[in-house]
């Protein structure tokens, strides 16, 4: 079965230093998201994807946090500079396009801002 | 805008008891609603989900909930609960049109006490 693929699974950085994390959708989802979700809640979209355009990052802090998917297929999410805030997993997902489709989620990247 | 509350933080039930988990939404149009369980340290996994039709949706794990319009409610059931149930369940309502995305509640950690 296919699966949403995402590294790394586990990151420990520094205040104020950059970090990034990458997504390889389900092979044909054209539609991809990063979700945050700190601990003890559910997910919050950051940003959505389809194919390489960003259709919404309205609650992406844009001073400090960049995505992209150049090429409409994998996507790297930035943050620079982290803050002890930005501790949390990072969730990707993938679906095809049109509402209703499942949205299928990778591992998570945990990230731990020290 | 849509929205998703679930009732309870946390639910204990023991092994072999009822398990229900309660999700009300808000949507100004035909919701699609889901319900993902989330294991320590993983990602989301589908649960079952309601786009049209049979208002009952039978799902993974022997879980079922049943989408009820004039409640709103989306609730999530097990006849008989069993010590690997005990996970974090997270419901969801899905956006039509366009930028299709998933809206999660804040989560209902369930335990099963032996």
């Known amino acids: 079965e296919a699966e949403v693929a995402q590294s790394p699974r586990y990151k420990i950085t520094e205040k104020s230093q950059a970090v990034a994390f990458w997504c390889d959708p389900?092979?044909?989802?054209?539609?991809?998201?990063w979700y945050r979700q700190i601990l003890g809640q559910g997910p919050e979209l950051l940003v959505q994807f389809q194919d390489e355009s960003v259709v919404d990052d309205s609650q992406l802090p844009k001073d400090r946090f960049s995505a992209e998917r150049l090429k409409g297929v994998d996507s790297t999410l930035k943050i620079q500079p982290a803050?002890?805030?930005?501790?949390?997993?990072?969730?990707?997902?993938?679906?095809?396009?049109?509402?209703?489709?499942?949205?299928?989620?990778?591992?998570?990247?945990?990230?731990?801002?020290? | 805008a849509q929205s998703v509350t679930q009732l309870g933080s946390h639910v204990s039930v023991s092994e072999g008891a009822l398990v229900l988990l309660r999700c009300n939404y808000s949507s100004s149009v035909p919701p699609y609603l889901f319900w993902y369980v989330q294991y320590p340290n993983q990602?989301?996994?589908?649960?079952?989900?309601?786009?049209?039709?049979?208002?009952?949706?039978?799902?993974?794990?022997?879980?079922?909930?049943?989408?009820?319009?004039?409640?709103?409610s989306f609730h999530l059931t097990k006849p008989s609960a069993h010590m690997s149930?005990?996970?974090?369940?997270?419901?969801?309502?899905?956006?039509?049109?366009?930028?299709?995305?998933?809206?999660?509640g804040k989560g209902t950690l369930l335990t099963v006490n032996p």
């Open chain 2, 43 to 72: 990602g989301l996994q589908l649960l079952l989900k309601y786009t049209t039709g049979a208002t009952l949706v039978k799902g993974i794990n022997g879980f079922e909930a049943e989408f009820k319009k004039s409640e709103t």
């Open chain 1, 83 to 114: 803050e002890l805030g930005d501790s949390a997993m990072y969730l990707c997902a993938s679906s095809r396009t049109g509402p209703g489709n499942t949205i299928y989620f990778g591992e998570g990247s945990w990230l731990t801002v020290v």
């Open chain 2, 85 to 104: 149930d005990a996970a974090e369940y997270f419901c969801a309502v899905g956006s039509g049109g366009s930028n299709y995305k998933l809206t999660f």
């Open chain 1, 26 to 33: 389900i092979s044909g989802h054209a539609t991809l998201y």
